[in-house]
């Protein structure tokens, strides 16, 4: 996995609330068995026609550009297939930026190296103001300080601990576990048998 320490990139702007799971990658592209090729289906019946033609949709606008994700509250709600952080992922984001996300959808993008960031809706509504008047506008993720930054207005978010450290160091959960491999053999070796 990528390690996630900074990003900083313009920003796309979908301002769309209550995205589904379904909406991000449809159930009919479920049936690869590995994470690669997602980002090609990822929002496939908003970005296309029945004929593959383009629709007037912001993945197709070639304003906005950019690994960070800009959307309305309540992003991922549905199901709780994988497969939507995967098309995330893959498209090239490695942030979105909401007001809400649905928990699942949230843990499934911790797992697989895509960082969900939750801000007030006040905050977002301004992120999404800004990109949209200027696509060229900076977004700056810090996970470590775990701060956002656009245009000089900060805003803090939270992220599990754990999930944080796998992030900044690009760990899965058996990278995190060889780790510290050391500290568990230290353990084991200082425990009390009965």
Known sequence: MEKVVKVISSAVPLANEDIDTDQIIPARFLKATSREGFGDNLFRDWR?????????????????????????????????????????????????????????????????????????????QGLLAAVKADPSTEVQVDLESQEIEFNGKKATFEVNPYKKVCLINGYDDIDYLVSIKEEITAFEASAITI
């Open 48 to 124: 296309y026609n029945n004929d593959n033609s383009k629709k007037d949709f912001v993945l197709n606008d070639s304003t906005y550009a950019g690994s960070i994700l800009v959307a309305g509250k309540n992003f991922g709600c549905g199901s709780s297939r994988e497969h939507a952080a995967w098309a995330l992922y893959d498209y090239g984001f490695r942030v979105v930026v909401s007001s809400f996300f649905a928990d699942i959808f949230k843990g499934n993008a911790l797992n697989n190296g895509l960082l969900p960031v939750q801000v007030s809706e006040e905050y977002l």
